[in-house]
């Protein structure tokens, strides 16, 4: 375990052609390492808590990403992070209810109500009645369209952000700031869409940013640097001119190809 754990995905891949028992041993390691109660536990107390919570996902389409669905790929652990949960607006009630009756309060920022039925009864009417935004201020480190606003909860020093979408929710993911935490989790799979240049290469490739995103976005990537990716404006020649590149001319979609794709 302590050998692959130090290997690259694509490694531990070319190990496992060798023979059939490097193949077992991989597998063996695959099943131990990728749970996502691995993730999950640190949030909720029980098993049954955390079957309970991917029903919930599987009736309201949320999915896990940010932090937490990079740290699952990644087998790795960041101890500060939360569990950033994105769902679609309407959708968003049961997670809430689900994690106020887990011990989590609902913390309320900027001119959130306290109350947290109230807060996302309010919200809905005001995203509902208006034009979409070009920028929601609410948002924090998220600035990306399609987000009606973030709902904090938190528990004996742990956080998690119910990440509202007006969205539909991939579309939001897919507009994050860098190629390095474009993964997600849903309740039977977990996506990375660009593992290549993720977990081999460490390396997370950001699109054009505008002026007025730029000082926000600017956090978020010194955060990851921090984290040991490097930030940059556009894949090297390598990376686009490789056989089957995931920046490669044409369509992409969830699921494809050069996604990695983990059955839960």
Known sequence: NLVFRES?????????????ESNELVSSYNQNNFRIRRILSRYFDSVPDIAQFRLLQ??????ISGSAALQFFDNTMYPES???LYVALREADPI???LLERGYTFTPILDQPGDWEVALYRKIL??????EPLWNDDTDLYPVNGIAAVFTFVKE??????ITCGRATLEVILR???TCVM????????????PRATFEDRVSIHPRVSARRKDKIKIAFEKYTKRGWKILPVPSAAAYLRPNSEFGNGPRYVGDSNCWIIPL
């Not at 599987?58 to 999915?63: A, F, I, S």
């Not at 005001?126 to 034009?131: A, D, K, N, T």
């Not at 993964?183 to 660009?194: C, E, G």
């Open 126 to 131: 005001s995203w509902e009645s208006r034009p």
């Open 58 to 63: 599987y009736e309201t389409g949320m999915l």
């Open 96 to 98: 809430g209810q689900f």
């Open 82 to 84: 939360d569990l950033d």
């Open 8 to 20: 690259s995905p694509i490694d531990r891949i070319r190990f496992s052609l060798a023979n059939k």
């Open 176 to 178: 994050f700031h860098s």
């Open 183 to 194: 993964n997600v989790i849903s309740h039977s799979h977990a996506y990375s869409l660009y």
């Open 157 to 162: 020093g742990k956080r998690v952000q119910l």
